[in-house]
């Protein structure tokens, strides 16, 4: 079985300055995907960036970049130039490639606030 | 409407009652998921479904849960004799199955139940 791990509860940013929330885990398997969603208050859950587990190359999207340690599972999503409207609950999760189920295995998130 | 949609957005119910949740998915995604998450942790996986059928039940599923999506559409969760342990957001997401590819999942807003 898979596990997410997200042991800080709660960030907190200055407006326009940088942050990185981290995320461990553990699997098994050889190929996979890891995500980070954000969940922003009472608003529905949107994912944020994806990386594939064989890609050496670590994703970006726009201000949202990732550091992908494979061997030590680690993955943890650093946000540039922070604004007021990324304050929200950020989720790390793990997804299996090979399979039939898609399903998500969540950590328990952490909440993140940028400071005006 | 292009996003995953969920009725009712709030549920207030008495220990004992039971509740039906419907899910209405982006169309022509084959896939549909059924999280739970309670307060201060990240969703869990309860079932899915690909077109009609029921796939996979996680052991969080009691035999108080069932879920349907008839004609591969929509979908409802039921929940009988609740208790106050039931107490969540019940999360919808659904994806289309490209074998051997990424499947994003689009999360619905939820469903918050609260069993008194």
């Known amino acids: 079985a898979q596990t997410v791990t997200q042991s800080q509860p709660e960030m907190s940013v200055q407006e326009a300055e940088t942050v990185t929330l981290s995320c461990t885990y553990d699997t098994s398997e050889s190929n996979y995907y890891l995500f980070w969603y954000k969940q922003p208050p009472s608003r529905q859950m949107i994912l944020v960036i994806r990386?594939?587990?064989?890609?050496?190359q670590n994703a970006t999207e726009n201000r949202f970049s990732v550091n992908f340690q494979k061997a030590a599972k680690s993955f943890s999503l650093k946000i540039s130039d922070s604004q007021l409207g990324d304050t929200a609950m950020y989720f790390c999760a793990f997804m299996k490639s090979t399979g039939a189920n898609s399903k998500l295995t969540f950590g328990k998130g952490i909440t993140l606030s940028v400071r005006p | 409407d292009t996003g995953v949609s969920q009725n009712p957005r709030h549920k207030i119910t008495k220990r004992g009652q039971n509740v039906t949740f419907r899910c209405d998915p982006i169309?022509?995604?084959?896939?549909l998921y059924w999280y739970r998450q309670t307060l201060g942790q990240g969703p869990e996986f309860l079932t899915y479904f690909q077109n009609e059928a029921q796939l996979e039940k996680s052991r969080l599923l009691s035999d108080r849960f069932s879920a349907e999506r008839p004609k591969g559409s929509f979908s409802t969760l039921e929940i009988q004799r609740t208790e106050q342990g039931d107490s969540a957001m019940y999360l919808c997401?659904?994806?289309?199955?490209?074998?051997?590819?990424?499947?994003?999942?689009?999360f619905g807003p939820g469903t918050r139940l609260t069993v008194l």
């Open positions: 990386q594939e587990a064989y890609k050496q």
């Open positions: 169309s022509e995604h084959n896939r």
């Open positions: 997401a659904s994806s289309s199955f490209l074998k051997n590819s990424y499947n994003e999942q689009f």
